[in-house]
Protein backbone atom coordinates (compact mmCIF):
# COMPACT_ATOMS: atom_id res chain seq x y z
CA UNK A 1 0.00 0.00 0.00
CA UNK A 2 0.91 3.51 -0.84
CA UNK A 3 0.38 7.03 0.82
CA UNK A 4 0.90 10.70 -0.99
CA UNK A 5 2.15 13.88 -0.06
CA UNK A 6 0.69 16.20 -2.34
CA UNK A 7 1.76 20.13 -1.98
CA UNK A 8 -0.97 22.63 -4.45
CA UNK A 9 1.75 25.43 -4.69
CA UNK A 10 1.46 28.94 -6.40
CA UNK A 11 3.54 27.74 -8.97
CA UNK A 12 3.23 24.42 -9.48
CA UNK A 13 1.98 20.88 -7.78
CA UNK A 14 4.70 18.67 -6.19
CA UNK A 15 3.86 15.52 -4.74
CA UNK A 16 5.69 11.87 -3.30
CA UNK A 17 4.82 8.69 -3.69
CA UNK A 18 5.85 6.88 -0.10
CA UNK A 19 5.97 2.99 0.70
CA UNK A 20 3.22 2.61 3.55
CA UNK A 21 5.28 0.13 5.27
CA UNK A 22 8.41 1.61 5.06
CA UNK A 23 7.78 5.29 5.17
CA UNK A 24 10.40 5.21 2.62
CA UNK A 25 9.83 8.06 -0.44
CA UNK A 26 9.70 5.89 -3.84
CA UNK A 27 9.35 9.15 -6.56
CA UNK A 28 8.76 12.67 -6.39
CA UNK A 29 6.66 14.09 -9.20
CA UNK A 30 6.56 18.20 -9.94
CA UNK A 31 4.71 20.24 -12.03
CA UNK A 32 6.76 22.81 -14.19
CA UNK A 33 3.90 25.52 -13.57
CA UNK A 34 0.34 25.54 -12.01
CA UNK A 35 -2.74 24.41 -14.29
CA UNK A 36 -4.94 27.62 -14.01
CA UNK A 37 -4.64 30.25 -16.20
CA UNK A 38 -2.37 33.83 -14.25
CA UNK A 39 0.96 34.09 -12.37
CA UNK A 40 -0.94 34.33 -8.52
CA UNK A 41 -3.12 33.13 -6.30
CA UNK A 42 -5.07 36.32 -7.11
CA UNK A 43 -4.84 35.60 -11.11
CA UNK A 44 -6.38 32.03 -9.93
CA UNK A 45 -8.96 33.48 -7.54
CA UNK A 46 -10.26 35.36 -10.42
CA UNK A 47 -10.20 33.19 -12.89
CA UNK A 48 -12.51 30.87 -10.30
CA UNK A 49 -14.87 33.67 -10.41
CA UNK A 50 -15.12 34.51 -13.70
CA UNK A 51 -15.24 31.16 -14.94
CA UNK A 52 -16.39 29.34 -12.92
CA UNK A 53 -15.23 26.85 -9.62
CA UNK A 54 -16.37 24.37 -10.87
CA UNK A 55 -14.13 24.57 -14.13
CA UNK A 56 -11.55 25.53 -11.82
CA UNK A 57 -11.39 22.63 -9.73
CA UNK A 58 -11.69 20.13 -12.76
CA UNK A 59 -8.29 21.60 -14.13
CA UNK A 60 -6.45 21.30 -10.76
CA UNK A 61 -8.08 17.81 -10.48
CA UNK A 62 -6.92 16.82 -14.27
CA UNK A 63 -3.39 17.80 -13.38
CA UNK A 64 -3.60 15.41 -9.81
CA UNK A 65 -5.05 12.59 -12.33
CA UNK A 66 -1.75 13.09 -14.62
CA UNK A 67 0.81 13.22 -11.22
CA UNK A 68 -1.10 10.03 -10.15
CA UNK A 69 0.05 8.53 -13.74
CA UNK A 70 3.58 9.82 -13.77
CA UNK A 71 3.59 7.45 -10.41
CA UNK A 72 3.00 4.63 -12.24
CA UNK A 73 1.92 2.50 -9.94
CA UNK A 74 -1.58 0.79 -8.80
CA UNK A 75 -3.79 3.55 -7.40
CA UNK A 76 -6.03 0.89 -5.97
CA UNK A 77 -3.12 0.55 -3.82
CA UNK A 78 -3.01 4.14 -2.96
CA UNK A 79 -4.46 4.51 0.75
CA UNK A 80 -3.82 8.12 1.43
CA UNK A 81 -3.46 11.22 -0.07
CA UNK A 82 -3.08 14.09 2.35
CA UNK A 83 -2.64 17.70 0.59
CA UNK A 84 -1.54 20.98 1.67
CA UNK A 85 -1.62 24.52 0.42
CA UNK A 86 -3.01 28.08 0.67
CA UNK A 87 -6.97 28.51 1.38
CA UNK A 88 -7.64 29.22 -2.18
CA UNK A 89 -5.62 26.46 -3.67
CA UNK A 90 -7.25 23.75 -0.93
CA UNK A 91 -10.64 25.57 -1.47
CA UNK A 92 -10.40 25.33 -5.54
CA UNK A 93 -8.74 22.03 -5.33
CA UNK A 94 -12.15 21.12 -3.04
CA UNK A 95 -14.85 22.94 -4.79
CA UNK A 96 -15.94 25.01 -1.47
CA UNK A 97 -16.11 28.62 -1.57
CA UNK A 98 -14.50 31.20 -2.64
CA UNK A 99 -16.14 34.29 -2.51
CA UNK A 100 -14.97 34.88 0.94
CA UNK A 101 -11.41 34.75 0.15
CA UNK A 102 -12.15 37.45 -2.81
CA UNK A 103 -13.94 40.28 -1.19
CA UNK A 104 -12.82 41.55 2.03
CA UNK A 105 -15.34 43.32 4.21
CA UNK A 106 -18.42 41.62 6.12
CA UNK A 107 -20.97 43.95 4.80
CA UNK A 108 -19.96 42.42 1.27
CA UNK A 109 -19.62 39.06 2.33
CA UNK A 110 -22.83 39.17 3.91
CA UNK A 111 -24.83 40.07 0.89
CA UNK A 112 -23.09 37.69 -1.17
CA UNK A 113 -24.58 34.93 1.40
CA UNK A 114 -20.97 33.76 2.54
CA UNK A 115 -20.95 34.38 6.09
CA UNK A 116 -19.03 31.51 8.06
CA UNK A 117 -17.03 29.28 6.05
CA UNK A 118 -15.33 27.07 7.34
CA UNK A 119 -11.77 25.55 6.35
CA UNK A 120 -11.86 22.83 9.27
CA UNK A 121 -9.30 19.54 8.76
CA UNK A 122 -11.17 16.79 7.27
CA UNK A 123 -10.45 12.87 5.68
CA UNK A 124 -13.04 12.03 3.24
CA UNK A 125 -13.38 9.31 0.58
CA UNK A 126 -11.11 10.35 -2.47
CA UNK A 127 -14.16 9.07 -4.82
CA UNK A 128 -16.45 12.13 -3.30
CA UNK A 129 -13.76 14.72 -5.19
CA UNK A 130 -12.52 12.67 -8.21
CA UNK A 131 -16.05 10.96 -9.57
CA UNK A 132 -15.75 10.88 -12.90
CA UNK A 133 -12.02 12.24 -13.17
CA UNK A 134 -9.97 8.86 -11.77
CA UNK A 135 -10.53 5.87 -9.84
CA UNK A 136 -9.41 6.10 -5.77
CA UNK A 137 -11.15 3.21 -4.10
CA UNK A 138 -8.95 2.22 -1.46
CA UNK A 139 -8.08 5.70 -0.90
CA UNK A 140 -9.41 8.69 1.15
CA UNK A 141 -7.86 12.87 1.20
CA UNK A 142 -6.42 14.44 4.18
CA UNK A 143 -6.57 18.16 4.38
CA UNK A 144 -5.07 19.42 7.45
CA UNK A 145 -7.08 23.06 9.08
CA UNK A 146 -6.59 26.81 8.13
CA UNK A 147 -5.68 29.03 11.21
CA UNK A 148 -8.11 31.70 10.44
CA UNK A 149 -9.92 31.60 6.85
CA UNK A 150 -7.37 33.62 5.23
CA UNK A 151 -4.46 32.09 7.22
CA UNK A 152 -3.95 28.50 5.57
CA UNK A 153 -2.74 25.06 5.79
CA UNK A 154 0.86 26.38 3.90
CA UNK A 155 0.98 29.04 6.57
CA UNK A 156 0.93 26.49 9.33
CA UNK A 157 3.26 24.47 7.86
CA UNK A 158 5.70 26.72 7.60
CA UNK A 159 5.49 27.73 11.34
CA UNK A 160 5.46 23.71 12.95
CA UNK A 161 7.62 22.60 10.55
CA UNK A 162 9.98 24.77 11.26
CA UNK A 163 11.14 26.44 14.88
CA UNK A 164 8.86 29.81 14.38
CA UNK A 165 6.37 28.26 16.85
CA UNK A 166 8.71 27.15 19.21
CA UNK A 167 10.77 30.08 19.44
CA UNK A 168 11.00 32.18 22.54
CA UNK A 169 12.88 34.91 21.22
CA UNK A 170 11.39 37.59 18.38
CA UNK A 171 11.55 35.79 15.01
CA UNK A 172 10.05 36.31 11.65
CA UNK A 173 9.35 33.12 8.99
CA UNK A 174 8.85 33.30 5.24
CA UNK A 175 7.45 30.88 2.81
CA UNK A 176 9.43 32.30 -0.61
CA UNK A 177 6.68 32.02 -3.47
CA UNK A 178 4.74 33.71 -5.91
CA UNK A 179 2.46 34.32 -2.88
CA UNK A 180 4.86 34.90 -0.43
CA UNK A 181 3.19 33.58 3.60
CA UNK A 182 5.12 35.39 6.41
CA UNK A 183 4.80 35.70 10.59
CA UNK A 184 6.51 37.46 12.83
CA UNK A 185 6.37 36.06 16.93
CA UNK A 186 7.20 38.72 19.42
CA UNK A 187 6.34 36.56 22.99
CA UNK A 188 3.12 34.99 22.85
CA UNK A 189 1.59 37.13 19.78
CA UNK A 190 1.84 35.63 16.23
CA UNK A 191 0.90 38.26 13.02
CA UNK A 192 0.62 36.77 10.05
CA UNK A 193 1.11 38.72 6.42
CA UNK A 194 1.39 37.55 2.58
CA UNK A 195 2.88 39.23 -0.38
CA UNK A 196 1.91 38.82 -4.11
CA UNK A 197 5.31 38.54 -4.94
CA UNK A 198 4.60 37.17 -8.48
CA UNK A 199 5.83 34.34 -10.47
CA UNK A 200 9.43 36.06 -11.18
CA UNK A 201 10.20 35.30 -7.37
CA UNK A 202 10.61 31.63 -8.73
CA UNK A 203 12.19 32.42 -11.95
CA UNK A 204 8.67 32.20 -13.87
CA UNK A 205 8.69 36.08 -14.82
CA UNK A 206 11.53 36.07 -16.85
CA UNK A 207 12.05 33.99 -20.34
CA UNK A 208 14.81 32.01 -19.03
CA UNK A 209 13.44 31.93 -16.34
CA UNK A 210 12.26 28.02 -14.72
CA UNK A 211 11.26 26.54 -11.42
CA UNK A 212 13.45 24.55 -9.07
CA UNK A 213 14.08 21.38 -11.55
CA UNK A 214 17.37 19.82 -12.83
CA UNK A 215 19.45 21.86 -15.14
CA UNK A 216 18.18 25.21 -13.44
CA UNK A 217 20.98 27.81 -12.79
CA UNK A 218 20.36 28.11 -8.44
CA UNK A 219 23.26 29.84 -7.70
CA UNK A 220 25.98 31.83 -9.06
CA UNK A 221 29.82 32.98 -7.53
CA UNK A 222 32.84 34.84 -8.53
CA UNK A 223 35.61 33.42 -9.50
CA UNK A 224 38.08 36.14 -10.53
CA UNK A 225 36.59 38.59 -13.27
CA UNK A 226 33.84 35.70 -14.00
CA UNK A 227 30.88 33.86 -13.48
CA UNK A 228 30.95 29.98 -12.25
CA UNK A 229 27.14 28.73 -12.13
CA UNK A 230 25.70 26.48 -9.72
CA UNK A 231 23.07 23.82 -11.68
CA UNK A 232 21.06 21.28 -9.69
CA UNK A 233 21.47 17.48 -10.85
CA UNK A 234 19.07 15.01 -11.84
CA UNK A 235 18.30 14.66 -7.84
CA UNK A 236 17.91 18.43 -7.15
CA UNK A 237 21.50 18.29 -5.83
CA UNK A 238 23.75 21.30 -6.39
CA UNK A 239 26.53 20.65 -9.05
CA UNK A 240 29.13 22.52 -10.79
CA UNK A 241 28.15 23.86 -14.02
CA UNK A 242 29.98 26.70 -16.92
CA UNK A 243 32.58 29.32 -15.97
CA UNK A 244 31.39 32.55 -17.81
CA UNK A 245 31.89 35.90 -18.54
CA UNK A 246 28.36 37.09 -18.04
CA UNK A 247 29.19 40.63 -20.25
CA UNK A 248 29.74 38.28 -23.59
CA UNK A 249 28.54 35.15 -22.60
CA UNK A 250 31.83 33.19 -23.52
CA UNK A 251 32.62 29.88 -21.48
CA UNK A 252 35.26 30.03 -19.79
CA UNK A 253 35.70 26.64 -18.30
CA UNK A 254 32.67 24.13 -19.35
CA UNK A 255 31.11 22.51 -15.52
CA UNK A 256 29.59 18.99 -14.85
CA UNK A 257 26.34 19.99 -15.59
CA UNK A 258 24.81 22.05 -18.40
CA UNK A 259 22.04 24.72 -18.17
CA UNK A 260 18.99 24.99 -19.73
CA UNK A 261 17.85 27.79 -17.51
CA UNK A 262 17.39 29.92 -13.97
CA UNK A 263 15.27 29.46 -11.14
CA UNK A 264 14.40 32.49 -8.46
CA UNK A 265 17.34 31.95 -5.98
CA UNK A 266 19.89 32.11 -9.11
CA UNK A 267 18.41 35.65 -10.30
CA UNK A 268 19.28 36.73 -7.04
CA UNK A 269 22.36 35.25 -6.90
CA UNK A 270 23.17 37.15 -9.72
CA UNK A 271 21.59 40.58 -9.01
CA UNK A 272 23.37 40.41 -5.68
CA UNK A 273 26.97 39.79 -7.54
CA UNK A 274 25.90 42.58 -9.90
CA UNK A 275 25.34 45.10 -7.21
CA UNK A 276 28.64 43.84 -5.28
CA UNK A 277 31.04 43.84 -7.92
CA UNK A 278 29.73 47.35 -9.33
CA UNK A 279 28.61 45.35 -12.83
CA UNK A 280 25.30 47.42 -12.12
CA UNK A 281 26.05 50.85 -10.48
CA UNK A 282 22.32 51.83 -11.08
CA UNK A 283 19.87 49.88 -11.17
CA UNK A 284 18.42 48.48 -14.07
CA UNK A 285 21.15 49.16 -15.91
CA UNK A 286 23.57 46.49 -17.39
CA UNK A 287 26.76 46.04 -19.59
CA UNK A 288 24.78 45.59 -22.99
CA UNK A 289 21.68 45.89 -21.23
CA UNK A 290 21.62 42.11 -20.33
CA UNK A 291 24.34 39.45 -18.53
CA UNK A 292 25.00 36.55 -20.52
CA UNK A 293 25.43 32.94 -18.64
CA UNK A 294 24.58 30.23 -21.50
CA UNK A 295 22.88 29.79 -24.92
CA UNK A 296 19.35 31.54 -24.10
CA UNK A 297 19.97 32.19 -21.14
CA UNK A 298 19.83 35.83 -20.11
CA UNK A 299 19.45 38.35 -17.78
CA UNK A 300 17.78 41.55 -18.87
CA UNK A 301 17.60 45.00 -16.98
CA UNK A 302 13.10 44.19 -18.14
CA UNK A 303 13.86 41.56 -15.97
CA UNK A 304 16.31 43.16 -13.32
CA UNK A 305 12.74 45.59 -12.85
CA UNK A 306 10.43 42.51 -12.53
CA UNK A 307 12.25 40.40 -10.06
CA UNK A 308 12.82 43.83 -8.04
CA UNK A 309 9.07 44.59 -7.92
CA UNK A 310 8.88 41.10 -5.87
CA UNK A 311 11.82 41.55 -3.97
CA UNK A 312 9.83 45.12 -3.02
CA UNK A 313 7.22 43.51 -2.29
CA UNK A 314 8.42 41.35 -0.08
CA UNK A 315 10.40 43.80 1.92
CA UNK A 316 7.47 45.67 2.20
CA UNK A 317 5.37 43.73 3.73
CA UNK A 318 8.25 41.99 6.45
CA UNK A 319 9.16 45.86 7.20
CA UNK A 320 5.54 46.61 7.54
CA UNK A 321 5.11 43.37 9.88
CA UNK A 322 8.51 44.42 12.34
CA UNK A 323 6.19 48.12 11.98
CA UNK A 324 3.10 46.25 13.54
CA UNK A 325 4.97 44.47 16.26
CA UNK A 326 6.92 47.10 17.55
CA UNK A 327 10.36 45.54 16.81
CA UNK A 328 13.49 47.51 16.48
CA UNK A 329 15.58 46.06 13.93
CA UNK A 330 18.47 45.25 15.95
CA UNK A 331 15.42 42.84 18.01
CA UNK A 332 15.03 40.51 15.30
CA UNK A 333 16.98 37.41 16.16
CA UNK A 334 16.04 35.00 13.82
CA UNK A 335 14.37 34.95 10.59
CA UNK A 336 13.19 31.46 9.00
CA UNK A 337 13.28 31.04 5.19
CA UNK A 338 11.50 28.50 3.60
CA UNK A 339 10.02 26.91 -0.03
CA UNK A 340 12.18 26.03 -3.11
CA UNK A 341 13.63 30.11 -2.51
CA UNK A 342 14.20 29.59 0.87
CA UNK A 343 16.48 26.21 0.31
CA UNK A 344 18.34 27.19 -2.57
CA UNK A 345 19.38 30.78 -2.05
CA UNK A 346 22.58 32.04 -0.82
CA UNK A 347 21.33 33.42 2.45
CA UNK A 348 24.04 36.02 2.85
CA UNK A 349 23.48 37.20 -0.61
CA UNK A 350 19.94 37.45 -0.18
CA UNK A 351 20.47 39.63 2.54
CA UNK A 352 22.88 41.81 0.94
CA UNK A 353 19.96 41.94 -1.99
CA UNK A 354 17.19 42.99 0.65
CA UNK A 355 14.86 40.02 -0.16
CA UNK A 356 16.08 38.02 3.02
CA UNK A 357 16.00 40.18 6.10
CA UNK A 358 19.51 42.05 6.30
CA UNK A 359 18.77 43.14 9.67
CA UNK A 360 18.28 39.03 11.12
CA UNK A 361 20.72 37.87 13.47
CA UNK A 362 20.50 34.89 11.88
CA UNK A 363 18.89 33.26 9.06
CA UNK A 364 18.03 29.89 8.80
CA UNK A 365 16.69 27.78 5.65
CA UNK A 366 14.43 25.45 5.33
CA UNK A 367 12.91 23.04 2.59
CA UNK A 368 9.63 22.96 1.23
CA UNK A 369 7.49 22.63 4.45
CA UNK A 370 3.86 22.45 2.87
CA UNK A 371 4.93 19.26 1.24
CA UNK A 372 6.24 18.50 4.92
CA UNK A 373 3.45 18.87 6.95
CA UNK A 374 1.39 16.35 3.92
CA UNK A 375 3.96 14.03 4.44
CA UNK A 376 3.45 14.10 8.42
CA UNK A 377 0.25 13.57 7.72
CA UNK A 378 -0.21 10.73 4.48
CA UNK A 379 2.05 8.46 7.03
CA UNK A 380 0.49 9.34 10.26
CA UNK A 381 -3.05 10.07 9.62
CA UNK A 382 -3.46 10.36 13.45
CA UNK A 383 -1.38 13.23 14.22
CA UNK A 384 -4.39 15.61 11.86
CA UNK A 385 -5.86 16.07 15.76
CA UNK A 386 -2.38 17.09 16.99
CA UNK A 387 -2.03 19.52 14.20
CA UNK A 388 -6.02 20.70 14.65
CA UNK A 389 -5.24 21.68 18.45
CA UNK A 390 -1.75 23.45 17.40
CA UNK A 391 -3.98 25.03 14.61
CA UNK A 392 -6.30 26.67 17.60
CA UNK A 393 -3.53 27.58 19.57
CA UNK A 394 -1.59 29.71 17.54
CA UNK A 395 -3.72 33.27 18.07
CA UNK A 396 -2.65 34.85 15.18
CA UNK A 397 -3.87 38.38 13.69
CA UNK A 398 -3.72 38.78 9.75
CA UNK A 399 -2.73 42.03 8.49
CA UNK A 400 -4.18 42.97 5.14
CA UNK A 401 -1.57 43.77 2.69
CA UNK A 402 -4.05 45.29 0.33
CA UNK A 403 -5.42 47.72 3.10
CA UNK A 404 -2.15 48.48 4.78
CA UNK A 405 -1.20 52.22 4.04
CA UNK A 406 2.38 51.92 5.74
CA UNK A 407 2.80 48.91 3.08
CA UNK A 408 1.74 51.20 0.25
CA UNK A 409 3.90 53.79 1.46
CA UNK A 410 6.85 51.68 1.57
CA UNK A 411 6.19 49.57 -1.34
CA UNK A 412 6.11 53.01 -3.40
CA UNK A 413 10.00 53.40 -2.27
CA UNK A 414 10.48 49.99 -3.26
CA UNK A 415 9.02 50.13 -6.88
CA UNK A 416 11.62 53.59 -7.32
CA UNK A 417 14.54 51.90 -5.87
CA UNK A 418 13.63 49.12 -8.75
CA UNK A 419 12.69 50.56 -11.38
CA UNK A 420 14.23 54.15 -11.38
CA UNK A 421 17.29 53.36 -9.35
CA UNK A 422 16.63 55.99 -6.37
CA UNK A 423 19.68 56.11 -3.94
CA UNK A 424 18.97 54.85 -0.90
CA UNK A 425 19.46 58.00 1.04
CA UNK A 426 16.77 58.97 -0.95
CA UNK A 427 14.72 55.95 0.15
CA UNK A 428 15.58 56.63 3.64
CA UNK A 429 14.21 60.08 3.56
CA UNK A 430 11.22 59.17 1.67
CA UNK A 431 10.91 56.69 4.73
CA UNK A 432 11.06 59.39 7.11
CA UNK A 433 8.71 61.29 5.44
CA UNK A 434 6.01 58.92 6.16
CA UNK A 435 7.19 58.58 10.17
CA UNK A 436 9.01 54.72 9.09
CA UNK A 437 12.53 53.91 10.22
CA UNK A 438 15.25 53.98 7.89
CA UNK A 439 17.08 50.80 7.13
CA UNK A 440 20.20 50.19 9.27
CA UNK A 441 23.41 50.53 6.75
CA UNK A 442 25.93 48.57 7.93
CA UNK A 443 26.50 45.48 5.97
CA UNK A 444 24.67 42.79 6.15
CA UNK A 445 26.34 39.38 7.95
CA UNK A 446 23.86 37.30 9.75
CA UNK A 447 24.75 34.29 10.84
CA UNK A 448 23.25 31.46 7.94
CA UNK A 449 22.54 28.03 8.96
CA UNK A 450 21.01 25.80 5.86
CA UNK A 451 19.03 22.82 7.27
CA UNK A 452 18.63 20.83 3.91
CA UNK A 453 20.34 20.56 0.77
CA UNK A 454 17.10 20.09 -1.55
CA UNK A 455 13.78 21.97 -1.66
CA UNK A 456 12.70 18.57 -1.58
CA UNK A 457 14.78 16.50 1.18
CA UNK A 458 14.11 13.13 0.14
CA UNK A 459 13.31 12.69 -3.73
CA UNK A 460 13.40 8.86 -3.49
CA UNK A 461 15.08 5.91 -5.49
CA UNK A 462 13.49 6.70 -8.36
CA UNK A 463 14.08 10.37 -8.36
CA UNK A 464 11.68 13.33 -9.76
CA UNK A 465 9.96 13.55 -12.71
CA UNK A 466 8.36 16.80 -14.08
CA UNK A 467 5.10 17.07 -15.72
CA UNK A 468 6.36 19.03 -18.02
CA UNK A 469 2.71 20.35 -20.00
CA UNK A 470 0.06 19.75 -18.06
CA UNK A 471 -2.12 19.07 -20.92
CA UNK A 472 -4.82 20.87 -19.97
CA UNK A 473 -7.10 23.06 -22.57
CA UNK A 474 -9.85 25.30 -22.11
CA UNK A 475 -12.15 25.87 -24.87
CA UNK A 476 -15.01 28.55 -26.13
CA UNK A 477 -17.33 29.61 -28.67
CA UNK A 478 -16.59 32.85 -30.49
CA UNK A 479 -19.75 34.44 -30.98
CA UNK A 480 -19.08 36.67 -34.18
CA UNK A 481 -14.92 35.80 -34.33
CA UNK A 482 -14.19 36.86 -38.07
CA UNK A 483 -11.02 34.96 -38.23
CA UNK A 484 -8.92 37.71 -38.24
CA UNK A 485 -6.58 35.82 -35.83
CA UNK A 486 -5.35 39.10 -33.49
CA UNK A 487 -6.34 37.15 -30.44
CA UNK A 488 -3.49 34.93 -31.19
CA UNK A 489 -0.84 37.35 -32.37
CA UNK A 490 -1.42 39.48 -29.05
CA UNK A 491 -0.95 36.29 -26.89
CA UNK A 492 2.51 36.41 -25.70
CA UNK A 493 2.81 33.10 -24.11
CA UNK A 494 0.59 31.65 -27.71
CA UNK A 495 -1.24 29.60 -25.41
CA UNK A 496 -4.60 30.45 -27.66
CA UNK A 497 -5.60 29.28 -30.90
CA UNK A 498 -8.76 29.94 -33.03
CA UNK A 499 -10.56 26.96 -35.03
CA UNK A 500 -12.81 27.23 -38.25
CA UNK A 501 -16.15 25.75 -37.27
CA UNK A 502 -20.08 26.17 -38.01
CA UNK A 503 -21.94 27.77 -36.92
CA UNK A 504 -19.48 29.97 -34.88
CA UNK A 505 -15.67 29.43 -34.52
CA UNK A 506 -14.24 28.68 -31.29
CA UNK A 507 -10.87 29.51 -29.19
CA UNK A 508 -8.68 26.71 -27.57
CA UNK A 509 -6.68 28.14 -24.81
CA UNK A 510 -3.61 26.02 -22.89
CA UNK A 511 -4.26 26.28 -19.21
CA UNK A 512 -0.89 26.45 -18.26
CA UNK A 513 0.55 28.60 -20.51
CA UNK A 514 -2.26 31.17 -20.21
CA UNK A 515 -1.31 34.45 -18.27
CA UNK A 516 -4.28 35.05 -17.08
CA UNK A 517 -6.57 38.14 -15.93
CA UNK A 518 -2.49 39.64 -15.31
CA UNK A 519 -2.84 40.07 -19.39
CA UNK A 520 -6.36 39.56 -21.28
CA UNK A 521 -4.68 40.63 -24.59
CA UNK A 522 -6.72 38.01 -26.40
CA UNK A 523 -9.62 40.23 -24.74
CA UNK A 524 -8.86 43.62 -25.48
CA UNK A 525 -7.41 42.78 -29.08
CA UNK A 526 -10.53 41.01 -30.31
CA UNK A 527 -12.71 43.36 -33.01
CA UNK A 528 -15.97 41.62 -32.41
CA UNK A 529 -15.56 41.10 -28.51
CA UNK A 530 -15.82 37.53 -28.99
CA UNK A 531 -13.68 36.24 -27.20
CA UNK A 532 -15.47 35.60 -23.98
CA UNK A 533 -13.05 33.57 -20.38
CA UNK A 534 -16.59 33.08 -18.72
CA UNK A 535 -17.90 30.21 -20.94
CA UNK A 536 -14.69 28.39 -21.08
CA UNK A 537 -14.53 24.54 -20.78
CA UNK A 538 -12.11 22.26 -20.13
CA UNK A 539 -10.78 19.75 -22.74
CA UNK A 540 -8.39 17.08 -22.42
CA UNK A 541 -5.15 16.36 -24.86
CA UNK A 542 -2.35 13.62 -23.84
CA UNK A 543 0.22 15.34 -21.14
CA UNK A 544 3.93 15.34 -21.96
CA UNK A 545 6.11 13.53 -19.41
CA UNK A 546 9.25 13.49 -18.93
CA UNK A 547 11.92 12.32 -16.26
Not at 67 to 95: H, M, R, W
Amino acid sequence: MYVIALDLGTSGFRAQLIDQKTNKTLKTVITMGHPLPGGNVIDHLEFAIVTGEDVANEVMLQTVKKILNAFDTDLKEIQYIAVCGNPIQLSLFQNIEIRDLAYAGETKQKKLGIEHVEREARIFPANELFTGVVDLPNCQIIVPPAIKHEIGADALAMMTETDFYTQEKPCLVTDYGTNAEMAIKVGDKIITASAAAGPSIEGQGIPCGMLAAPGAISDVNLEGDYWRLTVLDEMMQSGKGDLVDPVTGKIIEKGEIEAVGITGTGVISCMSIMLKSKLMTTIPKLPNGKVILGDGIEITEKDVVEIGKAIGAIRAAQLTLMEAADLDYDELEYAYISGATGTYVDGKKAAYLGSVPSYAKNVIQFGNTSIGLARKLAIHPEQLEDVKKMAKKIQADHLMMATSQTFKDIYICELSYWEQGMPMEMYDEMLRMFKLRPFPHDDPDPNVERRVVRDIDDVGEAGVTMVEHIGVFLEAPAHGCIFCHKCEKSCPENAITVHDSKPDNYIVIDSQKCLGSSCKRCITNCPKNAVNHSILKVVHKEENITS
